[in-house]
């Protein structure tokens, strides 16, 4: 796969690169945050932040994952000045200001999604990606509100929509029933996609939990995961601690739901741009 440059999403954006590996010195090594193996910086960034000793998908921030899904600088973002509020003022150990405020800080973004539309290997295509780094890639009111208008977009355009998912918080609950609606709303934005015969991709990774996976992200025509991503509804331990029995093992692993029948495909990192393209030429028909 070619590799595209950072550049032009940077200066497009202001966003800030993503990674898990820890730094070891000044020098070009760092070590895996997984397996603890010295890797070079240079490897694990052709390699497209997958550890090429343990496999590890480490998370990827939204920009750098819109920039080795798209075609080079072809992403035109849209509803990137949308801002969430804190409707409730919501206290806490932290209170959802300081949150808000030290997430924008972390990933140069107002809140946990960038989208747009941009090119896949030359075709158009509607595209979004939460941004885990983002008080976990939660799906707040802005979250929402950024999906039905991609949606629209991609209604508008008659093109395919893309969306990739690392929504560990799912529901975002510092905005109460304001975060909750938008699993109404996503999920009766992409009945109007479905409507109109557009296909709706949705890619699932490390992690799509909640109210995320239990709206939008398990509503694609196809739903692919990343190698080992957890997704789900509730976590592990508070079902385990509800119902007072052991989890099989593997539960909640895309491996798992693979084989029970919950998504359609797992697809490596390195594979996942050529396996939408040719998903996107089967549902879309060739170019024109
Ligand atoms: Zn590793």
């Not at 999403?9 to 000044?26: A, F, N, Y």
């Not at 070590?31 to 496999?55: Q, S, T, W």
């Not at 849209?78 to 959802?96: C, I, M, T």
Request: hydrophobic residues 45%.
């Amino acid at each position: 796969m070619a590799m595209f440059e950072w550049q032009g999403l940077k200066s497009k954006l202001g966003l800030r690169p993503q990674t898990e590996i820890r730094d070891i010195g000044s020098g070009p090594g760092a070590k895996c945050a997984k397996c603890g193996e010295v890797l070079m910086k240079i490897d694990f960034e052709a390699n497209l932040h997958v550890c090429p000793f343990c496999d590890h998908h480490h998370v990827l921030g939204a920009a750098d994952r819109a920039r080795i899904t798209l075609d080079y600088d072809s992403l035109v973002p849209r509803d990137n000045d949308l801002a969430a509020k804190d409707v409730l003022d919501f206290q806490g150990v932290e209170s959802y200001k300081v949150k808000l405020e030290n997430s924008r800080a972390k990933t140069g973004t107002l809140d946990a999604m960038l989208s747009g539309t941009g090119k896949l290997k030359g075709r158009d295509i509607a595209f979004g990606v939460t941004d885990a780094r983002f008080i976990a890639g939660s799906m707040g009111a802005v979250v929402g509100e950024m999906i039905v208008r991609l949606i629209d977009a991609a209604i508008e355009r008659k093109l395919a929509l893309v969306v990739f998912s690392g929504s560990g918080g799912g529901a975002r609950m510092y905005e109460g029933l304001f975060s909750l609606m938008q699993m109404a709303k996503t999920s009766a934005a992409l009945t109007r996609l479905d409507d109109a015969g557009l296909p709706f991709i949705s890619v699932c990774t490390q992690s799509t939990m909640g109210g995320v996976w239990a709206s939008w992200a398990a509503l694609g025509d196809v739903i692919i995961a990343e190698p080992k991503a957890q997704i789900g509804f509730t976590g592990p331990r508070v079902i385990k601690t509800t119902i007072n029995a052991e989890l099989p093992d593997g539960f909640q692993s895309a491996e798992f739901l693979l084989e029970h029948g919950q998504i359609d495909m797992i697809v490596h990192r390195t594979d996942m741009r050529d396996r939408i393209a040719d998903l996107l030429d089967k549902l879309m028909g060739p170019i024109t």
